[in-house]
């Protein structure tokens, strides 16, 4: 990753550091970033959702693609469980949902601006 930081060092011209979206600056900006700092906007977290058959004939909605730092998954997985009126949990950076909920969650996931798209079957 390349940095300005370190450009004006030691000169009049320093300045703080603004965030590279929005250009606030950095301790002002709202602007969703991963775990190494740079910022990952929704529509950069392509979302996949598919299903899968767990033990005695249960269906989950899996979630992935997000970025766990930059999307708050606990709020997303609070939303889809309203939306959906199903349980659900998160697991190994994962949005679970007790249920078929594929449609729905799409839905959801585009209506918030990340590119999402059905996986499997
Ligand atoms: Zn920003």
New binding site residues.
Partial sequence: MGTMAGLFDGTPLERPV???????P?D????PRNAAGV?VLSKDQPARVGREKRAKGKTVTMVSGLDPVASDLAELLRRLKTACAAGGTIAQGRIELQGDHREMVLTMLRELGYPAKPTGG
């Fill in positions: 603004t965030c590279e979206v929005c250009e606030l950095r002002r900006c709202g602007c910022v």
